[in-house]
């Protein structure tokens, strides 16, 4: 047994990820898998491509009300802390950074990422904007790492930008909220950045990049399997496809091989058959419709503030905070009725603030 647990230990985290998605029908491979040191630097690069609209509009939207989202997350007494999940490089907190430095003395910032190189250049970065900001780091899945903010004294912000919750289910964004909700108190708040249905004319480019970016984003999945389970994939042997999905309102992302070819993960003990054309599926990013979004805060005992979005409504930033009814909870299934609907899609559009679009 001694021996058994050592093993298992001895293993990259990443094996178990592995032997499931490929072991199982049909293939798939989980997001996370994507951000090692250099798939995070490959996301990097994509949030600069002409194609990828997200994170420059994003961060317009940040740029132009990052003062009024921090008035309305602001507790009067207390100093307002912030988390972050899924930070990065945390290269849009910043300017609610710089927002927050000028109506209080000191900023206290726990982002949480899985990917420590990536929180090393957010530590860089941040200290050069002031010594006021402290930096609490937390190497951790999000998912995980989340019960750290629970303990947090004072008043909490808590951000989840960049349309990552586009990567769960409906269900299980719904789900995560919900644990996140758990970690909160009545005036903490949380400001989520979400990406917006729209054409798939704007949306596919975006997932498939001239450059090829993306491609190598997706396929770097394989590229560390290879490096850190001693994976023998031939990155030549797979084609990035990017669709979307109407039904689902989400962008896909599969690797397909492109003849029938049987790989070995020698870490694994394992041999994966393809069939020509078979497929791995690597990534959901859903793009939600103001609907979606009310569902998913209704779900998880949020209560919606207010709606920040760019001038062409490509991209929204809420700011919910929990809602005090626990009947909040009842599920939209439950809950929506035609006219309650319609009543949710009026409440919406009176959240709905447009600015002025400097986000191109
Ligand atoms: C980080 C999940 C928001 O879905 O747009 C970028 C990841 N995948 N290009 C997204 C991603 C392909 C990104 N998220």
């Keep these: 047994m001694g021996a058994l647990r050592t093993l298992q230990v001895a293993l990259p985290e ?3 990820d592995v032997a499931q998605g490929l072991g199982g029908r049909p293939k798939s491979l989980p997001p996370r898998l994507f951000y090692d040191a250099i798939g995070s630097r490959l996301f990097e690069r994509i949030t600069r491509l002409p194609e990828y609209y997200l994170t420059r509009t994003e961060s317009g939207i940040l740029d132009t009300c990052a003062a009024e989202v921090l008035q309305r997350a602001e507790s009067p007494a207390a100093n307002l802390s912030l988390v972050e999940l899924g930070a990065g490089t945390a290269a849009k907190t910043s300017t609610l950074i710089r927002a927050l430095l000028r109506r209080q003395l000191q900023v206290e910032f726990y982002p949480i990422d899985v990917c420590e190189s990536a929180l090393q250049v957010a530590r860089q970065s ?6 006021r900001v402290k930096f609490h780091p937390l190497v951790a899945d999000y ?6 903010a629970a303990h947090l004294p004072g008043r909490k912000l808590v951000l989840y930008l960049g349309s990552s919750i586009g990567n769960f289910e409906p269900e299980d964004a719904a789900a995560l ?5 758990c970690c909160l108190q009545g005036g ?5 950045g979400v990406d917006l249905a729209k054409s798939p004319a704007l949306l596919a480019p975006a997932y498939n990049d001239r450059a090829g970016v993306t491609a190598r984003f997706n396929k770097n999945v394989l590229a560390r399997i290879n490096r850190e389970l001693g994976g023998h994939f031939d990155l030549r042997a797979f084609r990035h496809v990017a669709e979307w999905n109407h039904t689902r309102s989400r962008m896909e ?3 397909e091989s492109r003849w029938p070819q049987a790989v070995a993960i020698d870490l694994l003990d394992m041999r994966v058959a393809f069939a020509a054309g078979e497929r791995i599926h690597t990534e959901n990013s859903y793009k939600y419709t103001p609907l979606m979004a009310r569902s998913l805060f209704q779900d998880s005992g949020f209560e919606l503030e207010q709606t920040w979005t760019d001038q062409r409504g490509w991209f929204a ?7 005090r009814e626990p009947s909040s909870f009842v599920s939209s ?4 009725d035609h006219r309650s609907g319609l009543a949710n899609q009026r409440q919406a559009n009176r959240q709905l603030t447009i600015l002025g679009g400097n986000a191109s």
């Design 143 to 148: 998912t995980q790492g989340l019960g750290a």
């Design 126 to 131: 941040l200290m050069a904007i002031s010594p």
């Design 333 to 336: 299934a439950d809950r929506d």
């Design 14 to 16: 990443a094996a178990n």
């Design 188 to 192: 903490d708040s949380l400001l989520l």
């Design 317 to 323: 930033l809420y700011l919910a905070k929990p809602a």
């Design 177 to 181: 909220l919900r644990r996140l909700r």
């Design 253 to 255: 992302m599969y690797l």
